[in-house]
């Protein structure tokens, strides 16, 4: 069934011709096209490398702050301590109770080094370390409008926990120059002292080579626009990034238990992030698309990034009809959103069956919303179907691991023959003579 051209989605049955070639498209979502902006982030990438803090500050005047002076570009302790002055209890308790949780959730996470004796006079093992430095991305919107407080939480306590000596935060500032308050203090409260004012393709730039002012950093995580993402994925190599990732995505699975008023607000929240977004559900019956569909409509009109969220719903949303749930979890599967809500009267029956997905939620009253922001797992989260091998932003991102190996002398005559009957075969005489001359 297609919808009429007055609804918001287009809602398709998936046992139906148009219904298949749908879902197939969203399957095949990924893009490795080159990105629209790639020759204008090369440019950015080679004027910072080359010309350091002169090119970061022409653009940071450029595009965010027209007064920028380089003595500004890093936050001061006066700024710090005015931002203290304007945050309320409230908010700071809600950012402290946040953290907590956060990081709560990622202390289970931090893995051990460990030793593993072979064979008598033999030690191998795995020694883990944290990287030296890492940058936050903080995304602000233009001009600073739209602090990411969520994202100084999701980056900086997994860094903290892995153990990085040096984190450094970088977040647009507005027209005047100035960073948000809420950002400030979040970072105060999760440690970071060293915050810049850059935004878009020169702040991981700055990260990435360095400049007079920035000192580079091991690994750069956190969400952004596309001139982040790309500018990531040039740098990539030369510092760790935590993925590539792009618009974001919800996908919800209901059965005839779901609630469309849930559904439709799950699929707004998700539609005001970006006009690229990707809200979707599959619902079990004609009646509930309509009954989203309504809602969608009704809701719609509260909100304040309206049109930002009617773009998405029009151009990218998506509702199936599929009655069978284990169907619907089948597709689900084949979509490996970012973010899956299972509206479902027994969800946890369903869930060993998730095999592809950022996150799962489950149940009625488990909003996307809630992992964005005070549950604990992190949303920095794959996208664009690569949830099939890619897992969230975690301490691991700020982890490398160091292979051990101790032999003895009678444990290495023990192996000499394997040895040079392996180098042999590749014809690395030096590798067999390395093993003999010790013997």
């Known amino acids: 069934m297609e919808s009429a051209s007055s609804n918001l989605v287009p809602v398709h049955r998936l046992d139906s011709g148009a219904g298949q070639a749908a879902a197939m498209r969203l399957i095949r979502r990924f893009s490795d096209e080159v990105a629209s902006c790639e020759a204008a982030v090369r440019e950015i990438l080679a004027r910072v490398r080359q010309e350091g803090d002169s090119a970061v500050l022409e653009y940071c005047r450029r595009f965010d702050a027209p007064d920028m002076t380089a003595a500004e570009l890093k936050v001061g302790a006066g700024e710090f301590a005015e931002a203290e002055r304007q945050v309320d209890a409230g908010l700071r308790a809600s950012i402290e109770a946040a953290a907590s949780r956060i990081r709560r959730f990622h202390e289970r996470e931090l893995p051990d080094s460990w030793m593993l004796g072979q064979e008598e006079g033999m030690v191998t093992g795995r020694l883990v370390r944290p990287v030296d430095a890492a940058g936050l991305y903080v995304p602000g919107g233009r001009e600073g409008s739209t602090p990411l407080v969520s994202s100084v939480l999701m980056t900086a306590v997994p860094a903290g926990i892995a153990g990085v000596g040096r984190l450094v935060m970088v977040t647009p500032p507005n027209r005047q120059g100035r960073v948000h308050p809420a950002l400030l203090v979040a970072a105060r409260i999760l440690g970071i002292s060293e915050v810049y004012k850059l935004g878009s393709a020169w702040a991981v730039a700055a990260l990435a080579f360095g400049t007079e002012s920035i000192q580079a950093v091991d690994v750069i995580a956190g969400p952004g626009n596309q001139f982040v993402a790309e500018a990531k994925r040039q740098v990539m190599g030369r510092v760790r ?145 690569t949830a099939k091998t890619a897992s969230a932003l975690g301490v691991e991102t700020f982890l490398k691991h160091i292979s051990l190996i101790d032999y003895s002398r009678d444990a290495l005559a023990r192996d000499a023959a394997h040895i040079r009957n392996l180098a042999g075969l590749e014809r690395l005489d030096a590798h067999a003579a390395s093993v003999g001359r010790r013997l």
């Open 241 to 385: 990034i935590d993925m590539l990732a792009g618009p974001s995505e919800v996908l919800i699975v209901a059965d005839d238990s779901a609630n469309p008023v849930f559904i439709a607000a799950d699929m707004l929240a998700q539609a005001e992030h970006d006009p690229q977004a990707l809200p979707m559900a599959i619902v079990a019956t004609p009646e509930q698309a309509g009954a989203v569909q309504a809602e969608l409509a009704r809701q719609l009109p509260e909100l304040g990034r309206e049109e930002i969220a009617r773009t998405a719903l029009l151009t990218r949303g998506h509702i199936f009809i599929e009655p069978d749930t284990k169907a619907a979890i089948h597709l689900a599967n084949q979509l490996a959103s970012e973010h899956l809500e299972l509206h479902l009267s027994d969800p946890w029956r369903w869930l060993p069956r998730i095999r592809h997905a950022g996150a799962v939620f489950l149940g009625h009253y488990s909003p996307e919303a809630c992992g964005d922001y005070v549950a604990g797992p992190n949303h920095v989260l794959p996208t664009m179907g």
